[in-house]
Each structure stands twice: as structure tokens, then as C-alpha cells.
């Protein structure tokens, strides 16, 4: 097995390009997990976005209204699940995993009732999301591998990222969020609507399930599979516990999903089964999930052992 | 007694009310929902063929409900019921065509006892997770589902593939498949296997002691904690009894509707035994109620497609469309503690 040519400058584009659902995804995570709920229905919010986004992409022939409807579309699915958990009292892992069949029902119908096929459907017609050229970086063999052609969704997605983290460490809103999630008593009684904010972060959720849904139908590829998430919603929400719900280091959790993701691709041509390919990426996600609240626990003994003596 | 007969006035009213929904559904896409229903049902218990698919689905779903079940009843939201079915299915067959000379009673029993024995070892993984390091049981289930899924796909496509150019096990021995009594349904004995499987169930949950640690912890792990019952046995207990029902549910899937392994047989079984579970409030004395009417709905799918055009996904909408509205009524088995909260606060009103 020659190690450089699957450890070669190429694999860092590749495993951006993996992992920027998966980072989509734990961001819809993250922001809900800082207002004391799990959102097990990413899968659903980002399956039915997939959906509308190549529907709408394929019917008007443009990407903006394409990504516009995902989000909204996104928003919608994460408001059932909102009214249904806050309104509703519905336990919220029920309701999560309710809404991801509602969303392989529902796409699975609509693949059927509106495009007229069972299974995929891939169609030139379908405008994707433009990826961004720069030429003077094709001089550069290395520059132009690394850094030329990503898609918009790519850098949306590290925006994102740094955006997050400044909403959530660096402003009012974030803080009196993060209260809600620490202590959602103690914030009601310093006058925070709790209700409130968790409709706010589901809806923002909402919006970022769009994306990741839009991206992955429309700019990742150019189709849309019955449940073409295969997961990723939910490596998505291992890598927000991974991170801890901070969006910096759920971002460095899904960056390790997508470089496994990669590996995995190139270890196929060295003859490894495919099965054993396909599976590596959960595997992992598994087990990094069990090894980074591993590490949590030990911390939180060693916290306390500290101040009990 | 007011309380348990609103329950099932919830239900009936749910069930009312998505079915209403579908029709609404159907009557947009311009088809007629009278007569969608009408095949539907006709599809699903009229003839032999239709009556005998309804309860060749009944069995898988019904295991694969008490499966969620028994996990919930600890407070584990067990979604790899899939997983722990494909694994007990493929572990079955493997025992099926391996141990050919064995006699057959003898046989199935071995081919059942491995099946639940891998279905239990599967499922000590995520409840060893939950248990010991408070990882999200949901996460690490449906992932590993996956894991489960190509697991079984690499044996029946390398290893132990029948090499017929068809991704399936070699046949079990004839003498290990269970008897098909509505031919040409694939209705067979494995509804009797099934039944006694759930009544053993619900023997060891409400009678047994293991039943009681279960209710205990699921319902308050502190409380348990406090009055001696350890809350991290109970949970991976629990999670062994769920994951050996699963194996059962796959097992049975081999030995008597298919006779071999097929990859990706199953295509979302345990997921709808789980929405029956849901939808029911982990009720296990309704359990098996609900998984026939998910059977009904999903064998005269097919039929209601076939007559009328309706696209058979559409009942799986309604199926979702329903379990969403089951959940927001303060679920049952999950918001107990609001629940009580919500009736104390009556009672001092």
C-alpha cells in the first residue's frame, strides 16, 4: 500500500468537501443544544431541505431559490418539531425521530408524486450551487488542489462557523442562550422568555439544516436519493457532543468525520471490501463519541476530586 | 379508570384524525379517498394471499415493537432495534445451513437462541455507552445500524454468499423452516413463536423482578440509585432483553418467510415496529393492537396502489403524519414526570 498517495495534499480539499454537510448538520446541533434541546430531527430537517432544494432547483433552473426554499422548508419541519416539544410537551427524541420518518416518508412520496420516479432522481436540468474559480491560484499546482474551486457552501459553511461563535459568546442574545441551556429555571427568573428562545434556536436550526440539506443535494452533488442523509444528521449531533455544543470544536469534529470519510474512499482502490468503507465513517463517529465523553468524565472527576480536598 | 379510557380515546381520536389527513392528502392530489381506503383495506384482509401478507408483516412488527419497549420501560430510546434484527437474521441463517444434520425443533431452537445472543452482544455497546458514560443512546444506535447493515452485506456478498449472482445466504436446512400455513402467503408459524415471545415479555416486565428495576430506573434512575437498585445494570439488562427480542424478530424473518438471508431484507421493519411502540406509549398491552394496524396499512398498500393509483408511500406519510400527533399529546411513558406534575397541580386547583 503506497501511504503517499492517499496522505497527499489532495485529501485536505477532500475532507472539507466530506465533512461540510456534517459540519452543517452539527451547527443545526449546536445552536439548539445551547437552548436545552437535542435535536435528534436534524436528519429530517436536512432530508427534507435536500428534497425542496432539488425540486425547486430542477422546476425554476435557479440555485438561489433552490437554497431560499431548502431553508424554508428547513424552518418549517424544525417548527413542528418546536411546537410540537415546547407547545406540545412531546419528549423530544420522540418527536425527533417522529419527524426524520415523517421526512423519508414524505420525500419518498414526493419523489414519486412530483418527479414522477421511485429511488433517485438526477436530471441535467438541476442548476447547482456555483463553485468559486479564482485563476491565478491554477498556476500553483498546490494552491489550485487546495484552495481553488470550492463550492459556495464550503466557505458558507466555516463562515458559519466563526459567525456562531460570535452570536454565542459575543453577544447579549448568546448569553442570555447559553443560560437557558446551563439553567432554564434560573433564566426564566431573571426574566428570559425560555419558551421564546427555544423558538428562535429551532428556527435557526431550521435555517442551517436548510443548508446543510440544500448543499448536499444541490452542491455536493447534483441528485436526490431517498435518504441520501444516510446519518450524516446524526454524525452531525455526534460531532456537536463532540464538541461540547461549542461550534469552533464541533467544526474539528466534523472535519475528523469527513477526513475518515475521505481515507475511507481511498482505501477502497487498495482492495479493502467496500462494506468495511462504508461503515468506517460511523464506526469512528461512534467511537470518537465514546472516547470524547470519556475524557469529559475524567475531567469532571478530576474537577471534583480537586475541590473535595 | 377515567384516565386509562381517556388514553384510549386519544388514541382513537389520533388515529381518526391522521387517517383524515391522508384522505385531505389524497383528495388535493385529485384521487378518491373512499375508495383508496376501500382497497387499502380489501388489500390487506380479503384473500388468501392479502390476509396471509398482513400477518407474515404482523410478526416482524410486532417483535420489533416489544423490542423498543422493553428498552423504554429503563429509559433507553432504543433506535438500533434495526441493526440487532439484520444481525440476528444473518447469525440465523448462518446456524440454519451450517448445522444441517441437527433435527429440526432442535435446530430452530439453536438457530433462535444464536440469533437473540447476537442481537443481546449488539446491543451491549450502546447501553454499555449510556450506562457507564452518558452517551446519547440515539446517536450511537442508529449509526450503528449501519454498521450492522454492511456488517451482514459483506458476509452475504463475501464469505458466506450462496454465489448465485443474488446477494443471499445459501438456503437452511428444509427441516429448520418453519411451517408457511397460508400458502401462497409467507404467513407462518413464527406468529406463534412471536406471540409466546411477547407473552414471556410481559411476563418479566410486570411480573419479574428484573421488570420492576426496569419501571424503576426508567422512571426515576435517582430514586432507583437511592433504594438500591444499581440504574447502570438495569439499563444494560434492559437493553440485552430488547436486543435479543430484535435478533428473535430476524431470526424468525429467516427461518420462515424467507429460508435464507437477503441483504437488505428488511428496509425499515424495526422502524415501524418502533412507531407502533410510539404511537401506543410504550403500552405493551397495545402494542400488539397497533403493530396489526401498521401491518393492515402496510400489506394493502400495495393493493391500494395497484387499484387506484394512490402511491403506496403515501400510507408510510400517514403512518409518520400520525406518530407525530401521538407524540405531542404529552407522551405517556416519556413526560411521566410532567404528567404528574400537570395532575398534582389539578388536584390543588
Same mark, same amino acid.
Given at each position: 500500500m503506497d501511504l503517499s498517495s492517499i496522505f497527499d495534499y489532495t485529501l485536505i480539499y477532500a475532507t472539507i468537501r466530506a465533512a461540510t454537510p456534517i459540519l452543517f448538520a452539527a451547527l443545526a446541533a449546536v445552536i439548539t443544544q445551547q437552548g436545552d434541546i437535542t435535536n435528534i430531527g436534524t436528519e429530517g430537517i436536512m432530508l427534507t431541505s435536500a428534497f425542496v432544494a432539488v425540486l425547486v432547483s430542477f422546476t425554476t433552473g435557479s440555485w438561489i431559490l433552490a437554497l431560499l426554499a431548502a431553508m424554508i422548508a428547513g424552518v418549517l419541519t424544525a417548527l413542528i418539531i418546536a411546537v410540537a416539544h415546547i407547545k406540545y410537551k412531546a419528549d423530544i427524541t420522540a418527536i425527533g425521530t417522529a419527524i426524520n420518518i415523517f421526512a423519508l416518508a414524505i420525500t419518498k412520496f414526493g419523489i414519486k408524486q412530483f418527479l414522477g420516479t421511485t429511488g433517485s432522481f438526477t436530471s441535467?436540468?438541476?442548476?447547482?450551487i456555483p463553485r468559486i474559480n479564482i485563476p491565478f491560484l491554477q498556476n500553483n499546482k498546490y494552491l489550485n488542489g487546495i484552495f481553488?474551486?470550492?463550492s459556495l457552501m464550503e466557505i458558507l459553511g466555516i463562515i458559519m462557523v466563526f459567525a456562531l461563535t460570535f452570536l454565542l459568546y459575543r453577544t447579549v442574545w448568546g448569553l442570555r442562550l447559553r443560560s437557558v441551556g446551563h439553567f432554564p429555571m434560573a433564566a426564566e427568573t431573571a426574566g428570559i422568555n425560555v419558551n421564546k428562545m427555544k423558538y428562535q434556536v429551532m428556527v435557526i436550526s431550521g435555517i442551517l439544516g436548510g443548508m446543510a440539506g440544500a448543499h448536499l443535494s444541490i452542491g455536493y452533488s447534483q441528485m436526490f436519493i431517498e435518504n441520501m442523509t444516510n446519518g450524516r444528521g446524526f454524525m452531525g449531533v455526534a460531532a456537536m457532543f463532540f464538541g461540547g455544543a461549542n461550534p469552533i470544536f464541533a467544526w474539528v469534529g466534523s472535519l475528523l468525520f469527513g477526513f475518515v470519510d475521505s481515507i475511507g474512499g481511498r482505501l477502497q482502490a487498495y482492495g479493502w471490501p467496500s462494506q468495511f468503507v462504508l461503515m468506517l465513517p460511523y464506526i469512528i463517529t461512534v467511537a470518537v463519541l465514546a472516547v470524547s465523553l470519556w475524557s469529559n468524565a475524567k475531567k469532571e472527576e478530576k474537577k471534583k476530586s480537586s475541590l473535595t480536598i | 379508570m377515567t384516565k386509562s379510557a381517556n388514553k384510549y380515546l386519544n388514541l382513537l381520536l389520533t388515529t381518526l384524525v391522521s387517517i383524515l389527513i391522508g384522505a385531505v392528502i389524497m383528495l388535493i392530489l385529485g384521487h378518491n379517498p373512499i375508495q383508496a381506503y376501500f382497497q387499502l383495506f380489501k388489500g390487506a384482509f380479503v384473500g388468501k394471499l392479502n390476509l396471509g401478507t398482513t400477518l407474515q408483516k404482523f410478526v416482524p412488527l410486532l417483535l420489533t415493537a416489544i423490542a423498543f419497549v422493553v428498552s423504554s420501560r429503563a429509559g433507553v430510546f432504543n433506535v438500533g432495534v434495526e441493526g440487532e434484527l439484520y444481525l440476528g437474521a444473518i447469525a440465523a441463517a448462518w446456524v440454519g445451513f451450517t448445522f444441517t444434520n441437527l433435527p429440526g425443533p432442535l435446530l430452530i431452537l439453536f438457530c433462535i437462541v444464536v440469533a437473540a445472543i447476537i442481537g443481546a452482544l449488539w446491543s451491549f455497546i450502546p447501553s454499555s455507552l449510556k450506562a457507564?458514560?452518558?452517551? %446519547?443512546e440515539v446517536c450511537v444506535t442508529i449509526l450503528m445500524n449501519y454498521v450492522a447493515k454492511y456488517i451482514t452485506s459483506y458476509l452475504v456478498n463475501g464469505p458466506w454468499s450462496a454465489k448465485t449472482g443474488v446477494p443471499q445466504t445459501p438456503a437452511i436446512a428444509a427441516q429448520a423452516k418453519l411451517t408457511q400455513f397460508m400458502k401462497p402467503s409467507q404467513a407462518n408459524t413464527g406468529l406463534f413463536i412471536g406471540i409466546a415471545v411477547v407473552i414471556i415479555v410481559y411476563w418479566i416486565l410486570t411480573r419479574s423482578n428484573w421488570g420492576y428495576k426496569f419501571t424503576t430506573v426508567g422512571l426515576n434512575p435517582f430514586h432507583a440509585e437511592y433504594v438500591g437498585i444499581n440504574p447502570k445494570n438495569s439499563i444494560i439488562n434492559a437493553m440485552f432483553l430488547s436486543g435479543a427480542v430484535g435478533g428473535i424478530a430476524g431470526a424468525i424473518e429467516v427461518l420462515g418467510t424467507y429460508g435464507y438471508f437477503l441483504d %437488505?431484507?428488511?428496509?425499515g421493519i424495526a422502524f415501524d415496529g418502533m412507531l407502533a411502540a410510539l404511537i401506543v406509549k410504550n403500552d405493551i398491552k397495545m402494542v400488539p393492537f397497533m403493530a396489526f394496524f401498521l401491518a393492515v396499512l402496510k400489506s394493502g398498500a400495495l393493493g391500494m396502489e395497484r387499484y387506484?393509483?394512490?402511491?403506496?408511500?403515501i400510507v408510510d406519510t400517514i403512518i409518520a403524519i400520525f406518530i407525530i400527533f401521538a407524540t405531542m399529546e404529552a407522551l405517556f411513558a416519556f413526560n411521566k414526570k410532567k404528567k404528574a406534575k400537570e395532575k398534582t397541580t389539578e388536584e390543588q386547583m
Open positions: 441535467p436540468k438541476i442548476v447547482g481553488n474551486n470550492w | 457507564y458514560l452518558g452517551v %446519547n %437488505n431484507f428488511s428496509s387506484t393509483g394512490v402511491p403506496k408511500s
